[in-house]
C-alpha cells in the first residue's frame, strides 16, 4: 500500500478525516504498520494497551467476562478507551493473523488535544451514534436542516384590541402592510376571507368591533424553531401564514409563500393539490409528486421521523378528501375513519399496506356504511394505497363496526391469550383518527385502557411476539442474510418490529395516548420505565433503522423488496450505525423478556 493510499484509508476513518492537512501530515510519519500472529492477546486487564489499532487485514475479537462481545474487521479500530482511561474490562485476542496500524499511546493522546477528536472519542453511544450519521450526512448537509425562524424574512405583525373598529384595524393593516390583523387579546387573527366573508358579503360593517369578524385562530410558533417544524405546522393546521413569538412576544409573521421559497421542495404543492382535488383522478395523480418529496427531502438529510410525519399530515388530507367524497355530509359526525398500523403511528414512508377502520355511532344502522366504505377502499386502491393483506381494511365488516360493539371485541382482547386476536388488539392500539367525529375513538381507547388493567398475562402473551424474528446480526457482529431472499436482510422483522412492538406494549401497560413510537419512548422515559440514557439508544436506533429502511423502500423495484437490504450496499458508516441499531435491538428484546416474564410464556 503506498503512501497516499494509506493516508486515504486514514482520511475515510471517522473522526480523522476533521484533522488539519498540518495534522493528517504529522500524524502519518508516526503511523507504524505491525503484524500479529493468530490467538495474540493484544489488550487485557493485565496488559496494557500501548496503541491505538486500525486493521488493514485480519481479525480481532473483544471479550467481556470470557463473553465474545464484539468483532472487529477490515476498516474498523480499537480501542480509544483502554488508552484514555488506561484501563480496561475487556480482553482483546487475535482470531485471523493480523496487518494493521499502530498509533503509539503517546501519540494517541497528543491527538485528543484536537478538541473534534476528543469530542468523539469521549462521547457515550449515543453521542458517537449521532455524530456519525451527522458525518455520513454531511456530503448533503443543507441549510434545510439547519435553518431557524430567526433565519427567514419576517413580515410586519398588525396587532389591535379587540374593540378597534374593523376601519381603523385596516387603516392600521395598510400602514404596517401587514397581512392579517391579530387580535393578541382573544388568540384570533382577522383574514382576508373573514373581511370578504362577513364585511364585503355579509352584514358587519366597518364601524363595528374587530372582535366581531375574528373568527380565524391564532397559529404560534417560536422564532426559535426549525424551519422544517414550522413546514409541518402550516401543514398539519392548514394555515398560509403563523405568528413568530420571542419569549412569548408576538415578533412578526411568517408567511407560507417566503418558507416554501426558501426551500423549494414544492411541497405545499402537494397539500394545494389534495384540498383543490374534485375527483378521484386528481388525487391519484399527487402519489408521483409525493413520492418525489420523499425523495428530494431523504436527498437532503431531512430526519426520517420528521418526513414520515410530513408524510402523515398530507396523507390525512387525502383520507379526509376521500372520506367526504364517500360519506354523506348527515353522517360524517356519526362515525370515525381511523388508520392503524404505521399510519397510526405516523411513522409511514411511501405507501404499505392499508390498515384501517371505521367506527360508527350507537344511534345509527351499521348498514348505512356499507357502501359508502366499499366505494372508499376502492378508491384508496385506485390511489395508490396497497391491499392489507390481512384484510384489516373498512370493507371487511369486521372493521366496520358500532362503538358498542367494539367495546365487546375489546372485552375479548382483554381476556384472551389467542396469537390471532391479540394481532388484531396490536392493530388497534396504533389507532389514529383521520376524519368524522373522533370523540368515538378517543372512548375507544380509553375504554381500552381501563379493561388492560392488571392484565399483566395477555400483556406478555402479546409482548412474546417482540422475540419471534431473530436480530440479523451474529454475536461475531456480521450480517445474518436469507439467501431465499438475494443474500439480503429483512430489516423490519429483524430490526423495527421488536422496537416498535415492545414499545406498544409498554404503552398499552402504562396507559400512554400517544401511538408515536418516538413520542411513546418518551413518555415511557418520562414514567420511569427506562432511564433517558436507553430511551435515547432506542430513539437512535429507531431513527437509523428506519431511515434504512426508507431508502431501501425507495430503490426497491416493487413491494415484495421494501423491507429487503442489501447490506453490501451500504458504506462503512452505514454499517457501523445498522450494526450498532441492532445491538441495541437486541438489548430491548432482553429487557422486554425480563420486564414481562417471557421465559415463563408458553
Known amino acids: ?28 510519519s508516526k503511523i507504524d504498520i505491525a503484524y500479529y500472529p493468530k490467538e495474540t492477546l493484544l489488550i487485557s486487564r493485565n496488559l496494557e494497551s500501548i496503541a491505538f489499532y486500525i486493521i488493514i487485514k485480519g481479525q480481532v475479537a473483544e471479550y467481556i467476562d470470557d463473553e465474545l462481545y464484539n468483532i472487529y474487521n477490515e476498516g474498523d479500530s480499537f480501542d480509544a478507551d483502554s488508552l484514555i482511561y488506561n484501563k480496561t474490562n475487556s480482553r482483546f485476542v487475535v482470531t485471523e493473523d493480523l496487518i494493521c496500524y499502530e498509533i503509539k499511546k503517546e ?36 441549510p434545510f436542516l439547519v435553518s431557524k425562524v430567526s433565519d427567514i424574512y419576517l413580515h410586519a405583525a398588525c396587532i389591535v384590541t379587540p374593540d378597534i373598529s374593523i376601519h381603523d384595524a385596516l387603516q ?53 424553531d426549525f424551519l422544517f417544524n414550522v413546514l409541518l405546522v402550516m401543514t398539519h393546521e392548514e394555515v398560509r401564514r403563523v405568528i413568530v413569538k420571542e419569549n412569548n412576544t408576538i415578533v412578526g409573521v411568517l ?42 427531502l431523504t436527498t437532503k438529510g431531512v430526519k426520517v421521523r420528521y418526513i414520515t410525519k410530513l408524510v402523515s399530515a398530507l396523507n390525512e388530507k387525502i383520507y379526509k378528501k376521500v372520506f367526504e367524497m364517500c360519506v354523506e355530509e348527515s353522517l360524517r359526525e356519526k362515525c370515525a375513519l ?39 377502499n376502492d378508491y384508496l386502491l385506485r390511489i395508490g394505497f396497497p391491499p392489507c393483506k390481512g384484510d384489516v381494511m373498512v370493507s371487511n365488516p369486521f372493521w366496520r363496526r358500532d362503538l358498542n360493539t367494539y367495546k365487546e371485541l375489546i372485552d375479548t382482547w382483554s381476556s384472551s391469550l389467542d396469537e390471532a386476536t391479540l394481532q388484531n388488539m396490536s392493530i388497534f392500539v396504533d389507532a389514529k383518527c383521520v376524519a368524522g367525529n373522533c370523540a368515538l375513538l378517543d372512548e375507544l381507547t380509553d ?136 445491538k441495541i435491538v437486541n438489548k430491548f428484546k432482553k429487557f422486554i423478556s425480563f420486564h414481562f416474564h417471557l421465559e415463563m410464556v408458553s
Open 107 to 142: 501519540d494517541f493522546l497528543d491527538l485528543m488535544q484536537n478538541k473534534k477528536i476528543q469530542g468523539y472519542f469521549l462521547q457515550d453511544f449515543i453521542s458517537r451514534h449521532k455524530q456519525l450519521k451527522e458525518y455520513h450526512s454531511s456530503s448533503e448537509f443543507t
Open 338 to 376: 381511523i388508520v392503524m398500523g404505521s399510519e397510526g403511528r405516523e411513522e409511514q414512508g411511501l405507501k404499505s399496506d392499508q390498515d384501517n377502520a371505521l367506527i360508527i355511532d350507537p344511534s345509527v344502522a351499521i348498514e348505512l356504511f356499507e357502501e359508502p366504505m366499499l366505494k372508499l
Open 447 to 582: 375504554f381500552l385502557g381501563h379493561r388492560f388493567e392488571a392484565r399483566d398475562d395477555v400483556l406478555a402473551h402479546m409482548a412474546k411476539a417482540v422475540i419471534h424474528f431473530d436480530t440479523p446480526l451474529t454475536v461475531f457482529s456480521n450480517f445474518v442474510v436469507q439467501k431465499s431472499h438475494a443474500n439480503k436482510l429483512d430489516i423490519k422483522k429483524g430490526g423495527l418490529f421488536a422496537l416498535v412492538h415492545g414499545v406498544r406494549c409498554l404503552s398499552l401497560q402504562y396507559h400512554i395516548r400517544d401511538t408515536n413510537t418516538v413520542e411513546r419512548i418518551k413518555q415511557l422515559n418520562n414514567k420511569g420505565v427506562i432511564d433517558k440514557n436507553f430511551a435515547s439508544e432506542l430513539i437512535e436506533s429507531f431513527d437509523t433503522l428506519s431511515s434504512i429502511r426508507l431508502k431501501t423502500m425507495l430503490n426497491a423495484k416493487n413491494l415484495e423488496d421494501d423491507n429487503f437490504l442489501d447490506p453490501n450496499s451500504l458504506d462503512k458508516v452505514q454499517k457501523d450505525l445498522l450494526k450498532d441499531s441492532l
Open 172 to 224: 392600521k393593516q395598510k400602514e404596517l402592510q401587514s397581512s392579517i390583523i391579530i387580535v393578541e387579546e382573544l388568540s384570533r387573527v382577522v383574514t382576508d376571507a373573514d373581511l370578504k366573508e362577513q364585511v364585503l358579503l355579509g352584514d358587519v360593517t366597518v364601524d363595528a368591533p374587530i372582535r366581531s369578524i375574528a373568527s380565524s385562530k391564532m397559529v404560534c410558533v417560536d422564532k426559535n
Open 1 to 28: 500500500m503506498s503512501i497516499l493510499d494509506q493516508r486515504r484509508l486514514i482520511e475515510s476513518i471517522h473522526p480523522f478525516e476533521l484533522l488539519s492537512s498540518f495534522e493528517l501530515d504529522n500524524l502519518m
Open 255 to 296: 408567511e407560507q409563500l417566503d418558507l416554501l421559497s426558501f426551500f423549494a421542495n414544492h411541497s405545499h404543492l402537494v397539500a394545494v393539490q389534495i384540498d383543490r382535488a374534485n375527483s378521484i383522478e386528481d388525487l391519484t395523480d399527487i402519489q408521483q409528486d409525493l413520492r418525489n418529496l420523499i425523495l428530494a
